[in-house]
């Protein structure tokens, strides 16, 4: 994809989770609207690939080995973004899920999926405010999900925390809207990344599918038709990020292809 758009000429993005998937379709989408953005991901090597596609392209990028549930790794992250200019739109895309029915969920690994998609998000945001707000000028566009609204029992836990990111949302958009700060988060119905095949591999069959067959069974419930792409969200996480989403604030957005309308 040529680099060269307009709309984020002079932004600074960071995209956590952008090694692969819909991180990596947002980070790349940025850098084409003009962002300069920071590759942000645990996986160290597919970060650096997407950022050399994005410098390949024609585009400023820089990778950096973050866990978001790792507080000097946030700060090293954000720190990365000043360097480039400063921090206009934080992408919170990092996250994981266990397969686990309700009777089975531990301690420790509700602790785990918590760390990485309620408090590296929430701590994410909080370490991007003081750049975001010395600018007076931020997007903050937070990844749900639709099991935050949908029940699937053996994804208990994930999609308590992805509900618990629509809580976050809105306490950040409240707080910050005066400031010139918006806050948003998408909500993902089925996309077609590597979480699918975990899902359909491990999810399924603990409530009844085949394996591999729940990601097929899911899509024939939505209305157009067809599973989505990382990129059907990158073009949805762009808009949040432009001038024209200035007005929207503390929006749960679905991007399903109706599976679930709001
Ligand atoms: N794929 C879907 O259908 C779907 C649906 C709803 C929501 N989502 C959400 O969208 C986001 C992206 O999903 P995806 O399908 O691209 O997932 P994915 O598993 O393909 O990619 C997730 C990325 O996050 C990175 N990551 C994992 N733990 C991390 C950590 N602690 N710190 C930093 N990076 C970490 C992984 O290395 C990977 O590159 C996730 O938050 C996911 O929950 C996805």
Known sequence: MPIGGEALAGRVALVTGAGRGIGAAVAMRLASDGAKVVVGDIDAAAAGTVAERIGKAGGTAAAMRMDVADAGDRERAVEAAAKLGGLH???NAAGILIAELPQDVTPASWAKVFAVNVEGLFFTCQAALPLMRGQKHGRIINFSSTGAKLG??????????????????????????????????????????????????EVGPMIGFAPGTMMEDRVGRIPVGRAGVPDDVA???AFLASEGAAYVNGQSINVCGGLLMS
């Open 235 to 237: 073009a949805v996480v």
């Open 89 to 91: 739109v934080l992408v």
């Open 152 to 201: 699937t029992a053996a994804l208990i836990s994930y999609n308590a925390s992805k509900s618990a990111v629509l809580a976050i949302t809105r306490g950040f958009a409240t707080q910050f809207g005066r400031e010139g700060i918006t806050a948003n988060s998408v909500l993902p119905g089925i996309i077609d990344t590597s979480m699918w095949e975990v899902i359909n591999a």
